[in-house]
T-cell receptor, first 112, second 116 residues
Framework: AQSVTQPDIHITVSEGASLELRCNYSYGATPYLFWYVQSPGQGLQLLLK??????LVQGIKGFEAEFKRSQSSFNLRKPSVHWSDAAEYFCAVGVRGNMLTFGGGTRLMVKP | GAVVSQHPSWVICKSGTSVKIECRSL??????MFWYRQFPKQSLMLMATSNEGSKATYEQGVEKDKFLINHASLTLSTLTVTSAHPEDSSFYIC????????????FGPGTRLTVT
């Protein structure tokens, strides 16, 4: 069965610093991979997705993610974090019938 | 584009009553809709998947008679929590996928249900 692991439950970075959120997956086939962001009390917003092709994908709000098949990873990065990026971030892998399996989430806090 | 709405955004009901939550895709046709439940500081738990015009497929452990799902059209799905109890209090989120972007789910803003 597929699974998604986000090893970091909480991450705190200073505003302006770079950010990397880790995501590892386990899936028997070529995965569809997603990163979503959730602000408190809100639904999820799609940041970016990987289906195939270039392993470095660009998303909204200045985020990017790199698919590394050898490491079964799809880490999310941003070169300079803004205070408004504070939120919960979810990595997900797409499986049968458009279904998603989510990781446990990483809560990002931004220090001024 | 790819906007999904939910109504209501929050609801308080008394134990034993039923509550209906609506999920609408506003600018695309949603062939598949999903209902999730999220507990505080936790990830999303898939409750059920529904395809337009078909019965919903429930995940293991989700009571289909308690959580009634109707996907009546390509833009509307409803979740009815029947005979609600305090333990049903949670954040319910719907998502939709369809003709806009294969394999992508677009999420609604969620509904906070509190059962007193």
């Amino acid at each position: 069965a597929q699974s998604v692991t986000q090893p970091d439950i909480h991450i705190t970075v200073s505003e302006g610093a770079s950010l990397e959120l880790r995501c590892n997956y386990s899936y028997g086939a070529t995965p569809y991979l997603f990163w979503y962001v959730q602000s408190p009390g809100q639904g999820l917003q799609l940041l970016l997705k990987y289906f195939s092709g270039d392993t470095l994908v660009q998303g909204i709000k200045g985020f990017e993610a790199e698919f590394k098949r050898s490491q079964s990873s799809f880490n999310l990065r941003k070169p300079s974090v803004h205070w408004s990026d504070a939120a919960e971030y979810f990595c997900a892998v797409g499986v049968r019938g458009n279904m998603l399996t989510f990781g446990g989430g990483t809560r990002l806090m931004v220090k001024p | 584009g790819a906007v999904v709405s939910q109504h209501p955004s929050w609801v308080i009901c008394k134990s034993g009553t039923s509550v209906k939550i609506e999920c609408r895709s506003l600018d695309f046709q949603a062939t598949t809709m999903f209902w999730y439940r999220q507990f505080p500081k936790q990830s999303l738990m898939l409750m059920a998947t529904s395809n337009e015009g078909s019965k919903a497929t429930y995940e293991q452990g989700v009571e289909k008679d308690k959580f009634l799902i109707n996907h009546a059209s390509l833009t509307l799905s409803t979740l009815t929590v029947t005979s609600a109890h305090p333990e049903d209090s949670s954040f319910y989120i719907c998502s939709a996928s369809g003709d806009r972007d294969d394999y992508v789910q677009y999420f609604g803003p969620g509904t906070r249900l509190t059962v007193t």
